[in-house]
């Protein structure tokens, strides 16, 4: 049965049930001390599942597993980028040198390319092929230069090759005045000849009432000076002409690129010799000569020289052509050409057996590079000197051959 507690307690009553004690406070039963109330067992609740909680802080790393198995290995990579190309190594050694022989009907290819393009300093024996001439050649060191295969081993030579000069005219036929003889012809410039080859060389000798003599190196022949006009003749043809005289005769004709004609007379007068660098001067009037000519300058011997002047014409006292010409009298004999000028004679007056100057003996020099020597044969006369890396030889007489050889 229930408990049955009573109605009107007083504090402090005490009211005992089922084992169980409670106490009156005045306003409520108080369970007592040591009393443990047990009530039946309910039935269990059913709550609403409570929300999912946070997550826990993550733990520490584990110890590290043991090493799996190897793998199949991968296939191979693309192949890279090529790489920038190294520095040059160091020359090889001179490699040792050879002699062979073959068989083949093959070809051997040498470099090849233009004149220009020839390498500055090849070694003896380079060998390759030239474009320009369409033909191999082989440098030869010694020469320095390039030799045609097949062909001989040649030198450049300056020349300057100089006429005898012509003789002025002499008194005749009633007349006493004569012409101023022409200077002998002038030639100048550059050719190549052959190595350890004879080439003709001549030294023409001044006129002596005639024309000079011609002068020769290999093919350059200079011609020699025409002769003045005498007793009432005209003036001779040559290298330079020879000038005319009274009563107005012509002069000689010069020839082409060697020199100029003379000058005409005039009563009682004689006309220049022509020379190298101009005409003879013309008789100016009565009983007054014209002068000779003006010859050329050359330096091939190291000073600039005229050679190759007129001779002047006689009945005064005229002017020889710069460059050796004989100056003009009004007596006998007429001035003679200077030797090796290849200067015209001057000429003369006074009687009908006046004597006209003789002309002035030719040169021929040679300019080459001292690496050669020029070899004369005998009778020639010759002086060499050297300057600036060349020889300098100069012919004064004589004719015969000279042969260039390697010094």
Request: no cysteine; proline share 4%.
């Amino acid at each position: 049965m229930p408990a049955n507690f009573p109605t009107t307690p007083t504090i402090n009553q005490t009211y005992t049930y089922a084992g169980a004690s409670w106490v009156w406070t005045g306003t409520r039963w108080q369970v007592g001390l040591g009393t443990v109330l047990t009530g039946a067992t309910g039935a269990t609740g059913i709550g609403a599942t409570g929300a999912t909680g946070i997550q826990g802080i993550q733990g520490n790393i584990g110890p590290v597993g043991a090493t799996g198995t190897a793998g199949t290995p991968g296939g191979v990579g693309a192949t890279g980028l090529t790489g920038a190309t190294g520095p040059a190594g160091a020359p090889g050694g001179a490699g040792a040198g050879y002699d062979t022989t073959t068989s083949s009907t093959g070809y051997l290819a040498l470099s090849a390319g233009t004149t220009a393009q020839r390498p500055g300093s090849p070694p003896n024996g380079a060998v390759r092929f030239n474009t320009s001439s369409g033909y191999g050649e082989i440098y030869n060191s010694s020469l320095a230069q390039w030799l045609q295969f097949g062909a001989n081993p040649v030198v450049s030579v300056e020349y300057l090759v100089v006429a005898g000069g012509g003789a002025a005219g002499n008194g005749g036929n009633g007349v006493y005045e004569s012409g101023g003889g022409g200077a002998g012809g002038f030639l100048t410039g550059t050719t190549v000849v052959d190595l350890n080859a004879a080439r003709n060389i001549t030294v023409g000798a001044g006129g002596s009432a005639s024309n000079g003599s011609n002068s020769v190196f290999d093919s350059q022949t200079a011609i020699g000076g025409g002769r003045g006009a005498n007793g009432n003749a005209v003036g001779s043809a040559g290298g330079s002409g020879g000038g005319g005289t009274h009563p107005t005769t012509a002069a000689g004709a010069g020839t082409p690129g060697q020199g100029f004609a003379g000058g005409n007379g005039a009563p009682s007068a004689g006309g220049g010799g022509g020379g190298a660098g101009a005409v003879g001067q013309a008789a100016p009037g009565t009983a007054s000569a014209g002068n000779g000519g003006i010859g050329k300058q050359s330096s091939i011997s190291g000073a600039t020289l005229y050679y190759a002047g007129g001779g002047g014409g006689g009945v005064t006292a005229s002017q020889g052509g710069l460059g050796g010409g004989g100056g003009g009298s009004s007596g006998s004999p007429g001035g003679n050409g200077t030797a090796n000028t290849g200067g015209g004679g001057g000429g003369a007056a006074g009687s009908v057996s006046s004597i006209g100057g003789l002309g002035g003996s030719g040169i021929v020099i040679l300019k080459y590079l001292q690496s050669y020597t020029a070899v004369f044969s005998g009778g020639i006369v010759v002086t060499t000197a050297t300057s600036a890396g060349y020889k300098i030889s100069s012919v004064t007489s004589g004719t015969g051959t000279v042969t260039f050889i390697v010094a």
